[in-house]
């Protein structure tokens, strides 16, 4: 368009800093504003949200009650993102619904038109309508012609009312008869105290339908070997508990990936396999040092749900973890998660969405929390403690200490002691 454009008044909103050019990043200040918890929702559509469905839907001095449990099972299985928007939808919905059943039930007995209405109705009768007025020269008459023409007369002033502008036609309230605006809006009509209508939980399907999410993780009971739980953050602000699954087959040493999954977290599996190839042997997965079996091996790795795209280094402690579960053939307990950016030499390195992955993993069940050290301020001032409670958080700095927890008190730890740690 070839219009300037002061950069430093311009305000931008992304949920992914990566896809901001690294200069125009380097100029910018970045203000971080992080999701709702499940308590702060609640509150607010207890204070707020709830008050404002139930007088937008005329139901404001009736007895109609949502619960609060009602609402948290709204927050945890119909509204998981990060913000608010979506709940007040979901609230509008069931209280527009309430009052729809509360008409449907008592009927027009008890809620009859109001009488403005029925006046207005009435006072448009067609028979009453008068007939247009004819053309002038139609209805005047001519004499009698003279010798010279018609004889000439005065024209009598009109009577027609000359034509008014739109502004003329606005309603005046000081007119003894004002006209009945269509605009005009209606007083809720009064509920009878008869009426009692509760929203629980149990009632709650009737209303928004079935749950949106089913389940908060995948792998109640344990899981088989190359099976591990990683802690992700989504594009729409929040964040989810991220099974990886990884197998094993006869090949040439390949690693296949499949699960919509981006750059980013394909070159942490390949970091991982590396890893993991390269301390075979201290794993106890191969006999000797320069055993080529792993060599002969091909690796698939998948990610559920494979609509939603998945990007970040974040799962790469999950991913290596997957793979020394499945070559030493050791399970890995469901209730462990973990997060974190892995190097090549071993090293756990600091991520971020830590208070969108807690909660999702605090919501999940989750007691074994693997974060990265770097971590652990911003864990400790921002998740609020009623997000970290029945949560043990474990802070490692290298790929080891991260073995050494999930594997605690396994045969192979044990051989560890010895080779690796």
Known sequence: MDVPVDLSRVLFVSNNLDTIPAPLLDRMEVLEVSGYVSEEKAVIAERYLAPQAREASGLGTADVVLEREAVDILIKYYCRE??????????????????????QELGEDTFPEPPAAVEAAAAVDPSTATPEPTDNAEQSTSSDPGPFGPESTTPEPSTTAPPTSPADTTPN????????????????????????????????NDYVGPPVYQKDRMYIRPPPPGVSTGLGYLGNGSGAVMPVEAMSMPGKGGLQLTGKLGEVI??????????????????GITTSAGDTFLNERDVHVHMPEGSIGKEGPSAGTAILTAFVSLF??????????????????????????????????????????????????????????SVKTGIRFVYVETVKEVLEEVFRGETISERWKETLL
């Open 328 to 385: 030493t053939k050791t399970p890995v307990n469901p209730d462990i998660a973990m997060t974190g950016e892995i190097s090549l030499v071993g090293q756990v390195l600091p991520v971020g969405g830590l208070k969108e992955k807690i909660l999702a993993a605090h919501r999940a069940g989750i007691k074994v929390i693997l974060a990265p050290a770097a971590n652990r301020a911003d864990i400790e001032e921002n998740v609020p403690e």
């Open 82 to 103: 990060s913000g608010v928007r979506n709940l007040k939808k979901h609230i509008d919905k069931i209280y527009r619904k309430a009052a729809l059943k509360v008409v």
């Open 266 to 283: 394909r070159e942490s599996a390949q970091i991982g396999l590396s890893w993991v190839k390269g301390h075979a042997f201290e794993l």
């Open 173 to 204: 309230p000081s007119e003894d008869d004002p006209k009945n605006v269509t605009t005009q809006q209606r007083k809720p009509l009064p509920i009878p105290d008869s009426v009692h209508v509760r929203i629980s939980p149990e009632t709650l």
